[in-house]
C-alpha cells in the first residue's frame, strides 16, 4: 500500500501549462486504467477533476487533462489561471481479489501560478 | 442532490476511543461501496477503509487493521467508522467517501470531514 509518487511541487506563470506525473506500480496504475485526480484548495474538500485516466467530470474546465503511460500518469493544466493554484492528489484502484477494490493516493503536488 | 455528513470527531487520549458516523442522502445507499479517506494536518490524503454494499467486503489500510472497524446501517443510510485503541498518528480530518458505483474506482463526492485529534 505504498503511496503514488508525485513531485513535491510544479509553477508556472498564467498561460503557461503545467504537467503533474503519478507513478505508481503494476498492481495499481499500470493494470488498471482507473486513475483519477482530484484538487483540493486550503481548508477545502478535495474535488475529482479526471477519472478513468482522461474523463472530465461534468463541469470540470477542459484546461484540465490526464493520460497514461506505462505506470506513470500525468495531468496536465492548461492556461494556467491563478484559481488553479492549489494541491493535486492523483489516486487509482487497487485489485484486492475482489470487485469492490481499494484506492491508493498519490503524495499530492503543490500547483503555485507566478 | 448527494450528501454526505460526517459526525463524531473529537478530541481523544492516546489509548482512546471513538465512532464517527457519515449520514447519507440523494443517492440509493445500499447500490454503493462506501471509505472513509483521512488528511492529517498539512498532509495528502490517505485511504483509511471501505465497505461493499451489503457489508460482506471490509478492506482497511494496514495501519490501521486490527483497531478501526468499518460498518454500515442500510436501513438508515448510515456508514460508521469505529476507531480504537488510538494513536496520536491518527490524528486527521476524516472524510466520508462515496465511489460512483458498486466498487471504489474513484470518490465522486466528499463529506465535509470531522476532525479526530489524539492527545494527551
Known amino acids: 500500500q505504498s503511496a503514488l509518487t508525485q513531485p513535491a511541487s510544479v509553477s508556472g506563470s498564467p498561460g503557461q501549462s503545467v504537467t503533474i506525473s503519478c507513478t505508481g506500480a503494476?498492481?495499481?496504475?499500470?493494470?488498471?486504467?482507473?486513475v483519477s485526480w482530484y484538487q483540493q484548495h486550503p481548508g477545502k474538500v478535495p474535488k475529482l477533476m479526471i477519472y478513468d485516466v482522461s474523463h472530465r467530470p461534468s463541469g470540470v474546465s477542459s484546461r484540465f487533462s490526464g493520460s497514461k503511460s506505462g505506470n506513470t500518469a500525468s495531468l496536465t493544466i492548461s492556461g494556467l489561471r491563478a484559481e488553479d493554484e492549489g494541491d493535486y492528489y492523483c489516486s487509482s484502484y487497487t485489485d484486492t481479489g475482489s470487485r469492490t477494490g481499494t484506492t491508493v493516493f498519490g503524495t499530492g503536488t503543490k500547483v503555485t501560478v507566478l | 442532490e448527494v450528501q454526505l455528513v460526517e459526525t463524531g470527531g473529537g478530541l481523544v487520549q492516546p489509548g482512546g476511543s471513538l465512532r464517527l458516523s457519515c449520514s447519507t442522502s440523494?443517492?440509493?445507499?445500499?447500490?454503493?461501496?462506501m471509505s472513509w479517506v483521512r488528511q492529517a494536518p498539512g498532509q495528502g490524503l490517505e485511504w483509511v477503509s471501505t465497505?461493499?454494499?451489503?457489508?460482506?467486503?471490509?478492506y482497511y489500510t494496514d495501519s490501521v487493521k486490527g483497531r478501526f472497524t468499518i460498518s454500515r446501517d442500510n436501513s438508515r443510510n448510515t456508514l460508521y467508522l469505529q476507531m480504537n485503541s488510538l494513536r496520536v498518528e491518527d490524528t486527521a480530518v476524516y472524510y466520508c467517501?462515496?465511489?460512483?458505483?458498486?466498487?471504489?474506482?474513484?470518490?465522486?463526492?466528499w463529506g465535509q470531514g470531522t476532525l479526530v485529534t489524539v492527545s494527551s
Open positions: 440523494g443517492f440509493t445507499f445500499i447500490s454503493y461501496a
Open positions: 467517501a462515496k465511489p460512483p458505483g458498486g466498487w471504489l474506482r474513484y470518490i465522486d463526492s
Open positions: 503494476t498492481s495499481d496504475v499500470g493494470n488498471f486504467n482507473y
Open positions: 465497505i461493499s454494499g451489503r457489508s460482506a467486503s471490509t
